[in-house]
């Protein structure tokens, strides 16, 4: 995975103050500490024998080893002293780069390092927790509408109504790429519950590399009705996902709210469960590649950003799905 994208590790919520946490830059382990005026982050490994810093303590400004006591300073990485030996060694700990936005902790070893642009306001509704499958597995079942006549048959679609032929056209960006649809009629309770005007909606799927999947619905006029953001970040045994949902409905947001928060959890429910299901089948077969045609795009594409070989496909395609 390319190091020029500042990566989601933790959401800011996650982080408590003072406690030495390991989380995972891909799969590079990491040591964050947060302090009252800001948060360090340093590869988690001690020079001395490579314990992990995030097993050990903090105090007085300075990262402590749990094996044999070696401090480090958070400012400088610098090793300040070695109890055995009375005094420092020439060492230092390897720093990462940190940035607090959108609600999340992103990490890169480049400061130059692109991070995406989401929505900057507070989200109207906001969901973390935890999927027990792959990166990959977890962006496309966000981002790619086939599974929901099945998955969420009745809240998004309906797996016995008729399927109409949709166009897509997908575009590759400097950090992703973007699915535009044509419109569809509403199929699920979640869009049938909405005054007439917003029915018939838009669906534009956005992934960021590297963590990021968005789903906006463009209404007739233009205009963005609703906006899902999905931030995840890896851990060594789980995705930890942070759900971003914006509604612009009018004063019917407020009192949609409620019930809208209801739905958005049991679809992220229903998604959790598939994924686990499928990750735990996975473990049981040793499969490289699976059985894929143009219909299966966005996964495709996810698949090649996550691999570093999205220069292999083109910039530009089109394809149809039943929907």
């Known amino acids: 995975m390319s190091s020029n994208y500042y990566t989601p590790v933790i959401s800011v919520k996650s982080l408590l103050l003072n406690k030495p946490t390991r989380v995972w830059l891909n799969d590079i382990p990491i040591v964050l ?32 080893c749990k094996y044999h006591g070696w401090s480090f300073s958070i400012g400088s990485g610098e090793n300040t002293f070695v109890p055995v030996k009375n005094n420092k060694v020439s060492c230092k700990l390897k720093p990462i780069h940190v940035i607090e936005k959108y609600e999340q902790i992103w990490l890169s070893t480049q400061p130059e390092a692109l991070i995406p642009e989401l929505n900057p306001n507070k989200a109207h509704i906001y969901i973390t927790g ?19 006549h099945y998955v969420h048959n009745g809240l998004v679609r309906t797996k016995n109504k ?20 044509q419109s569809e009629p509403a199929k699920g309770l979640l869009t049938q519950i909405l005054p007439k005007k917003y029915r018939s909606l838009k669906p534009v799927s956005t992934y960021l590399h590297s963590g990021v999947a968005i789903l906006t619905y463009i209404n007739h006029e233009q205009k963005e009705v609703a906006r ?33 928060r209801f739905l958005f959890k049991r679809i992220i429910e ?28 966005v996964g495709k594409y996810i698949y090649a950003w996550q691999n570093a070989k999205n220069h292999e496909l083109p910039n530009e395609v089109t394809f149809n799905v039943y929907w």
């Not at 931030?231 to 709210?257: C, Q």
């Open 162 to 181: 008729k399927r109409n032929e949709i166009n897509a056209k997908l575009i590759q960006t400097t950090s992703g790429f973007t699915v535009t649809y």
């Open 130 to 148: 935890k999927i027990n499958a792959e990166m990959t597995h977890v962006l496309e079942n966000f981002l790619e509408g086939s599974h929901t």
């Open 228 to 260: 899902f953001e999905a931030i995840l970040s890896n851990k060594e045994e789980y995705i930890h996902y942070s759900a971003r949902v914006y509604m612009h409905i009018g004063p019917l947001g407020f009192f949609l709210k409620p019930f809208a």
């Open 33 to 64: 500490i947060k302090t009252q005026s800001k948060i360090t982050a340093f590869e988690d490994f001690c020079p001395h024998r490579g314990l992990a810093l995030s097993e050990g303590f903090f105090y007085d400004n300075q990262l402590h």
């Open 270 to 297: 229903q998604d959790k469960n598939i994924l686990e299901l499928q990750q735990q089948n996975l473990r049981l077969f040793n499969v490289k590649k699976f059985v894929t045609d143009d219909t299966d795009m």
